[in-house]
């Protein structure tokens, strides 16, 4: 049953399994007693710590182990702006960061903080001239992820680095979905990633801090950590974190480039068995093993079952498959289509057959939905109508309001308009989006008298 | 090799290992996914949850799991104090919580708030007169163990519960030490626990709030545990806890009473085998693995590693084994000696054998510490000096001031006095109780102008 849901949780490595195993036994006590049992504990520890640095590229002495790659950067944003609060109280992001650097963003917003989203292209990388202009005599802190976890786009990471070294503000770089296939480029102050997304157990984050850079945990501290992770230490899941993402850069590279050529496969195939599909995110500077596209008059929630059913895992930034009933912050700021969204990660040693087997179902599943909801399946017949058009698909969920517009702009005259209405949150971003894939003119929006918005789009041909 | 330190952590239970290699298996993916392996996994999470709530005696949508009892302690009291916000900005917290509380009340006070601390008699009981007399109309949350994590002694939590009821005011619980043992008396508003302490992994403990009561988490939060817990769940851990508490409440009425009678034959035989020795905490209303006493003229740091070479591990609140160079804050608040302090917590299973072999082995390794420190072998010969003596232990470490303190009461002549000089903090609490356990007076302490602090002792025979 092919599980190509990595960005989530990759499964257990069998090496972080063996650690695991072998430290339950060795390292349950507490490393910071003086006998036996604490000593075996404590060389434990500080061998995983000399392990994780070494992969991450720092010494020891300023990497800790958080409980989660979230705590992590909550940790890190919320002590590297407090290091500095005497300099600046502005936090730049960029709008594609985690929710959990969103998070901490809108936390330090709330306590009166100011924060600036640097916004992305389409293809959801930010422009390194955007980041730097970002930086003023008044910012504290700024957060770049390594690479994009919904869309697998890099980012300028190093010219970050040189922009916030010119400005004299740390960079904090959210490495999560990046470091099991490599160290991030020099330059960074702060470091956060996520052991479960490299095969480790959950449970362990790693925050590394620069030797130099200001930073004042908050809350409640105590003595082990460093004083920047309190509690006791999960000491059998740190080990085994530890040598979990030994192993996983050791494969790194041949895993690295086997996984990049089946995502290449998935990028070229499925817009050609499947019509009416986005793939989104840079196709060349991105993550090796993940990649993300959305199809045209798809309920995304339907999709993962149906593919699910299939015996795909795999998971979605559609807004109808979210309790939020707003599609993701990510393809939200991309401005890219967001109904029928699926993102497809492979973890290490997808077996090429079955990607290659879900090349073949898909197009199946996706013909089914849309047969489902009743979506247009040819290119609209030349108009003969006339008067400007008013499609009423208020109270309806994605993807209906871009279902019924295609329905209609058949019936549109060449250069005349035809106006959506609709409450759906992700209608502000899939019929832009529509217009663009159909090569339509997107006109704007406009709040509707009857509620919600009205959205206008002149049929071009 | 007997491990005697199960307060700090237990080591696993075979139900805990056995749960978490399962869970390893069939918990690794994101419990918030749709797919097969996330819905195993909210399966796991939601059957752990109704397990644990069972063993707290709450609603499973009232408790979530944390990273630790030390993460628990923390979430609950400023969620708690800040849900209570307009109420007012007093914490109640007795003397001799675990650091973890007495952490976030440093925290509370930094910030601005109010703490007070309600001080505990000689056995580390709270006197629940003097509990309910610290409410008041501007306290927002009270803080009171089950029992002693030092110590042993059960606190009278159904007291201070009731009398918190009368005030309005919500009581927090740390069951850490007790919770393996049963549930907490009826009445509590906010419960916490860390599962290593009763043979679950690291990385897990729970916070539990009851329905009603005021909450408002600090911090960014996401949609994890009730936005109460930010950051993807430990799951396999989280499965062993919950299945280890259920295997340890269910041994837990035999095992306690069979760990009792051996607590007891601790408790009675250690003065009788071991000359100037002080066991400290309520002898009956006390956990049932765990008894603490205090040797005259030790050193702590010796003690444990002459233990530890004997093969046995304990702990020690003694300052001279410790990096903060004061004795424990419960000993302190207890006003017991603190020298030569050791810990001897039960696992479950421990063996009656080595019980035996620990009363054995005690009495020759405090001898031989006490040897090599030169302490006083026998009572003082009656006097026939004159005038008031003075010591100089400026500059030398516990527990050399009462060691020369005892050298040198057989010169004083009954009624006369002895002056101690020392700076070593251990001295303040080690003088006056040498004094209770020679019946010696002790006059009090004043400044030293050769720096350090005077303490002055009365011979009384």
Known sequence: MPYFDAASAAPLHPVARQALLASLDEGWADPARLYREGRRARMLLDAAREAAAEAVGC?????????????????????????????????????????SVLHAAEAHAAAGGSVTEVPVDRSGAVEAGAFAAALDGNTALACLQSANHEVGTEQPVARAAAACREAGVPLLVDAAQSLAWGPVAEGWSLLTASAHKWGGPAGVGLLAVRKGVRFAPQGPADERESGRAPGFENLPAIVAAAASLRAVRAEAEAEGARLRALVDRIRTRVPELVPDVEVVGDPVRRLPHLVTFSCLYVDGETLLHELDREGFSVSSGSSCTSSTLTPSHVLRAMGVLSEGNVRVSLPAGTAEEDVDRFLAVLPGVVARVRERLGAPVAAPAPAAGSGPLVVDSLGKRCPIPVIELAKVIGDVPVGGTVTVLADDEAARLDIPAWCEMRGQEYVGEEPSPRGGTAYVVRRLG
Do not use: I, K, Q, Y
């Open 59 to 99: 010494r020891a002495d300023e990497l800790v182990f958080t409980p989660s790659g979230t705590r992590a950067v909550h940790t890190g944003v919320s002590g590297a702006l407090a290091g500095r609060r005497r300099v600046g109280n502005r936090l730049v992001v960029s709008a594609v960061e985690h929710s």
